[in-house]
């Protein structure tokens, strides 16, 4: 750990949703990924299957969370991410991030990541990536506990 | 004359001195194996994924250990206890039938696909269906938006049906069918509505369903009412065919989703087998015998890291089934004894290289069909990031055809019966799924395994413990902890068709405009009616589909009666 990240720990643990949205079933890579991190200390809620995206930006505010971890294998990433984003800036909370995770064409990435998604994790990354990356971009930016 | 002659004590008295195999079998691995391996590490864990460590050599005293009988524990293909197959001549007379599961976008696309399939040589259709029609919405709901075609076809009325199978007859292939698991009567439905439309008698085809809810809740996520109704529903589909058309396969009890969401396929098949003894228990309280239902359900084996599992697991489950059918519910007929087997054939499929899931989904196809399968579907090379495209649903029915007629592989039956290693495998496979089942029971059966959250438990268990051994490297996979390659996800991945999507959607506002809108009134006031006084679903609802009802209207009458599912946030 940097001394930034223990900083940062420090201050407050890092929270994440672990979020479902539309109605893609499949939910084991996003469990085993809320396990990892909560494994890794940080404060992980999951909402749960076929939420919409207003729910999830509900979930997110009322959980106070730094980031969302979207799962979605069922080809709808390029109308929910997006949705999801500027639901948030709407609601006022910008400053909470999202990282996408499942399958998602390399194509349609960029475009993802131009429309506020942080990161994008496809099946097969390890768990140990999502903590390393997670924990780095938290240090700087984390939410001040005052 | 120079004949061979063996030399030293290699002659026929060595085999009779009396030497017992088992402490021969140790002598070897002391003085002979245990040096050629040396002190360096294994090269990977010798431990099945269900958990049952593999040792070196299987010899006849492993046979001794686990006590076996011919006799008692194999008998013969097609008899009690049917460990060596379900059938007398398996693929030596009966071949195990050449599936496709395919389905995208609307009926009118979904129709060429299927064409194109059956010219390839596939005997039976299983389409997939997209997730709205598969969540009771219609593709006009707003929560379709975005998922109208995606990951399989829409389906909304009979008129979807008429053009989804125009010019392909019901009769013309062995089985039609889909999967419908939380939508069941509905899909029953419209394939006996289909049968009447075309002018071929339910007697003539066979339609197949998944039509298994209760594993959706812990493993497969389109489950729409809560847990008990939907198994009622999914009930009622059985016993309308064991009236009307008992020769259909109206349920397939899944292993698949639970095992490959982590539970492993021995507490895969135990869970399965609980849910089985759910829908059977509901319709033996209708009335039912064991002898009229049982034959209709279908198991849906599943184990894709474990070759000798795979074909251990096959035979277990067809002895327990047999005797669980036999014991526990005094089942007389060797039709309900007879476990039918549906699977689908997959590996470790990575993302990098794709190409290389082609030798992948082989082998566990082949293991599949050397444990007996009876209907057998091969995973797209490409699946695990799309529908599978054209060329890769013809390389999966070729490397079917491969498998079911080159090589010899099928040409004795159940050829790795007696082998010391299938054997042990098979009875420490069947312990496994035994204690899984005791542990269910302990739990109180098939819906607590839902309601506790026993089943996602061992879910999330287990698949946190694959990651781990793939992440340690345990469990060898090639490019993803070998010889490691980036990840690959393709541009056509789930790529939604928006014409199809576009012309479903105008296909539907005309189907609804047109329709005889006070035949449709008194059908949804019927569903209404009999789900309300609790007796058979599927009746009503064919009337309602034969009206051109939508999916949507009939599920919403469902949703009021019943009220929905609570999504599990536990992880």
């Known amino acids: 750990m940097t001394p930034a990240t223990a900083g940062a720990a420090q201050r407050r643990k890092i929270r994440v949703l672990i979020a479902k949205v539309g109605l893609d079933g499949h939910d084991v890579g996003a469990r085993v990924v809320a396990r990892g991190l909560l494994d890794a200390g940080m404060e992980v809620i999951y909402t749960g299957l076929r939420r919409t995206t207003e729910d999830v930006v509900r979930a997110a505010i009322e959980e106070d969370v730094d980031w969302i971890g979207v799962s979605i294998l069922s080809g709808a990433h390029q109308v929910l991410l997006p949705k999801l984003r500027r639901l948030l800036d709407e609601a006022e909370a910008g400053d909470i991030r999202i990282i996408a995770g499942g399958i998602i064409p390399q194509e349609d990435i960029p475009a993802l990541c131009e429309n506020g998604v942080s990161q994008v994790f496809l099946s097969g990354t390890s768990i140990a990536e999502i903590v390393d990356y997670l924990m780095r971009e938290s240090a700087p930016q984390s939410k001040d506990m005052t | ?140 709901h707003e929560m379709a938006a975005a998922e109208v075609g995606n990951v399989g076809v829409a389906i909304d009325t009979l008129a979807d049906m008429e053009i989804m199978f125009d010019g392909i007859r019901a009769d013309s292939v062995k089985r039609i069918g889909t999967l419908g698991n939380s939508i069941g009567p509905i899909v029953l439905a ?44 999914a009930a009622d589909c059985v016993g ?152 890769s649903a013809r390389v999966a029915l070729r490397t079917l055809q491969i498998i079911a007629n080159e090589h010899g592989f099928a040409d004795a039956i159940d050829p790795l019966g007696g082998s010391y290693y299938v054997e042990t495998l098979t009875a420490q496979i069947e312990k496994q ?61 789930f790529r939604g068709d928006a014409q199809a999507a576009e012309r479903q959607l105008a296909r539907l506002a005309q189907v609804k405009a047109n329709r005889d809108q006070a035949r449709v009134k008194a059908a949804l006031a019927e569903v209404e009616r009999a789900t309300a006084e609790d007796r058979n679903t599927v009746p009503s609802v064919l009337e309602a589909v034969r009206a051109y009802v939508t999916e949507g209207e009939i599920v919403d009458i469902w949703r009021r009666q019943f009220g929905t599912f609570v999504p599990s946030t536990d992880f």
Request: aromatic content about 10%; hydrophobic content about 40%.
């Open chain 2, 1 to 140: 004359m120079n004949v061979f002659k063996p030399k030293g004590d290699f002659d026929a008295a060595s085999f009779d001195s009396g030497k017992d195999v088992a402490a021969e079998s140790a002598r070897w691995l002391k003085e002979a194996f245990a040096p050629a391996r040396g002190s360096a590490p294994d090269r990977k864990k010798f431990l099945t994924d269900t958990g049952v460590p593999i040792e070196p050599l299987y010899t006849p005293a492993h046979l001794d250990r686990i006590g076996f009988d011919y006799l008692r524990d194999l008998g013969f293909p097609g008899e009690y206890p049917f460990t060596r197959g379900d059938r007398p001549g398996m693929n030596r007379t009966d071949p195990f039938v050449v599936s496709a599961y395919a389905g995208y976008g609307d009926a009118e696309a979904s129709n060429a696909r299927f064409k194109r399939l059956l010219d390839v040589g596939a005997e039976q259709i299983l389409v997939a269906l997209d997730l709205p029609t598969q969540c009771g919405y219609d593709s006009d």
């Open chain 2, 190 to 233: 419209q394939y006996a509505a289909l049968g009447e439309k075309q002018g071929v008698p339910w007697d003539r085809y066979t339609v197949n369903l998944q039509n298994d809810p209760l594993k959706e809740y812990i493993a497969r996520g389109t489950q729409i009412l809560p847990p008990a109704p939907a198994a009622k529903l």
């Open chain 2, 240 to 391: 309308w065919c064991a009236e009307h058309a008992p020769h259909w396969s109206p349920m397939t009890v899944c292993v698949n989703h639970i095992n490959a969401g982590g539970a492993g396929s021995s507490m895969g098949t135990a869970i399965a087998l609980a849910n089985v003894r759910h829908y059977l228990d509901l319709l033996l309280a209708r009335g039912h015998s064991i002898d009229q239902v049982a034959p209709l359900l279908h198991m849906f084996p599943d184990e894709r890291h474990d070759f000798f599992v795979s074909i251990a697991n096959l035979r277990a489950l067809r002895r327990i089934w047999a005797r669980l059918m036999k014991e526990s519910y005094g089942a007389k007929s060797p039709e309900a004894m007879a476990c039918k087997t549906t699977v689908y054939g997959h590996g470790q499929e990575a993302l990098a290289e794709p190409l290389n899931n082609i030798p992948r989904t082989a082998f566990g196809t082949l293991a599949y069909m050397l444990g007996g399968a009876s209907y057998i579907y091969l995973a797209g090379y490409d699946e695990a990031v799309s529908t599978p495209n054209e060329n």
């Open chain 2, 433 to 493: 799924i035994l204690d899984g089942m005791a542990q269910i029971e302990r739990v109180g059966g098939a819906l607590p395994v839902i309601s506790t959250g026993f089943g996602r438990r061992v879910m999330t268990e287990g698949a946190v413990r694959r990651q781990r051994a793939i992440d340690s490297g345990d469990r060898p996979w090639v490019t993803v902890n070998m010889w490691k390659q980036k990840p690959n996800v393709p541009n056509t991945a």
